[in-house]
Every structure is written in structure tokens, then in C-alpha cells.
T-cell receptor, first 112, second 111 residues
């Protein structure tokens, strides 16, 4: 049983396209996150939702829009993709106090 | 200045060696500290929490020095399977939800 699953695992797309990445967790956690790992391997938080409510929104372009239909799902939609969006995007979930963080296996996005 | 700084390495050590990694953080009000491990093309996974009193988990020992804003990880009797990137992680005082990652220290253990 996969605890935090995200799809797709790989995504290759052209500049200007719109794409979505989906994430689901079956751990019963209240909080979900999106992190971005760039080409220098630096991991940085983008968004966090707690019980479907946005609680963290770091300085991320408006082209990125998270959506949480319920506390087990957090999807990431990206409009007008740019070359600089190429990265690995990790979904994660945790208990309320951020302990017990579990990451998904990542989505490797390549924009060409 | 980055919030969490680490030596990127790589540290290249023979099996059986003892190796130590260091990390410094800039926000003295940070509340919690961890070491994560990330294998190539995989997700980060929690290795251990770090406490001021020091804590040990098998061959791994972590230490926090709040006065110096310094975190360390010691690996004894290195195994080939320890080869990975080790990420120093801090939870800031103003947000208990987000993890702030260092850029990682790469360890290569050779036969």
C-alpha cells in the first residue's frame, strides 16, 4: 500500500502547455504539501494545505495553483509552463505538527 | 545567507570508516531539527530527529548545539548502503508545518 502516491511519475511537455500533477495520501494525515527540487537538488516548499485550507503559500508564480478537494488529495496545476519549471515535484503529508512527514516518490517534470 | 547550510561534499570514504557531516542554521528561533536521507532519484526519508542532548540510532549519532546553531551527524562503520545524500532539515519557529532543507551532503562509501 502506497502511503503518498503522486501521478504521473514523469512528465515531458512543451513550453506554454498547462499540466496537472495529482497526489493522494492514505495515512489519514491532516496536512499536505508540495515541494520543488530544482536542478541543484535544493528542496523548497511551495504550498501547504491543512484540512483543505491553504496555510502556506511561498513566493510561487500565479501560474501554479494547488487544489485540495478533500484532505486526502492535493493536486498541482501549472499554467503556461516555462523552461525554468523543469524540476522534481514532491508531494508530502504529515500529522498536524509536521512530524511524521511522508513524501511521495516525486514527479519529474521536463519542459522542452 | 541561506537558512540552512551544508558542505555539499562529496565525502568519499572506505567501508568501515567513520564520517561526520555538519550543518549550520541561521534562525536562532528554529524549533526542531532533523536529518533526512535521499537516495538518487528517490524521495527524501527521515533518518532521525536531532536533540540537544544528542541521540543515537545504531551507527548514527546526531547532535544539536543551539548556542552555535550547529547540527551534526556521525556515521560509524560506514556501509556501502549508506551512500546517499544527507539533508539537514530545520522547522522554523514561525511555522510548524514547513521543513527548511539544506542543499545536502553527498556521501559515497567505496568497497
Amino acid at each position: 500500500d502506497t502511503a503518498v502516491s503522486q501521478t504521473p511519475k514523469y512528465l515531458v511537455t512543451q513550453m506554454g502547455n498547462d499540466k496537472s500533477i495529482k497526489c493522494e495520501q492514505n495515512l489519514g494525515h491532516d496536512t499536505m504539501y508540495w515541494y520543488k527540487q530544482d536542478s541543484k537538488k535544493f528542496l523548497k516548499i511551495m504550498f501547504s494545505y491543512n484540512n483543505k485550507e491553504l496555510i502556506i503559500n511561498e513566493t510561487v508564480p500565479n501560474r501554479f495553483s494547488p487544489k485540495s478537494p478533500d484532505k486526502a488529495h492535493l493536486n498541482l496545476h501549472i499554467n503556461s509552463l516555462e523552461l525554468g519549471d523543469s524540476a522534481v515535484y514532491f508531494c508530502a503529508s504529515s500529522r498536524r505538527d509536521s512530524y511524521g512527514y511522508t513524501f511521495g516518490s516525486g514527479t519529474r517534470l521536463t519542459v522542452v | 545567507r541561506k537558512e540552512v547550510e551544508q558542505d555539499p561534499g562529496p565525502f568519499n570514504v572506505p567501508e568501515g570508516a567513520t564520517v561526520a557531516f555538519n550543518c549550520t542554521y541561521s534562525n536562532s528561533a528554529s524549533q526542531s531539527f532533523f536529518w533526512y536521507r535521499q537516495d538518487c532519484r528517490k524521495e527524501p526519508k527521515l533518518l532521525m530527529s536531532v536533540y540537544s542532548s544528542g541521540n543515537e540510532d545504531g551507527r548514527f549519532t546526531a547532535q544539536l548545539n543551539r548556542a552555535s546553531q550547529y547540527i551534526s551527524l556521525l556515521i560509524r562503520d560506514s556501509k556501502l548502503s549508506d551512500s546517499a545524500t544527507y539533508l539537514c532539515v530545520v522547522i522554523p519557529m514561525d511555522s510548524s508545518y514547513k521543513l527548511i532543507f539544506g542543499s545536502g551532503t553527498r556521501l559515497l562509501v567505496r568497497p
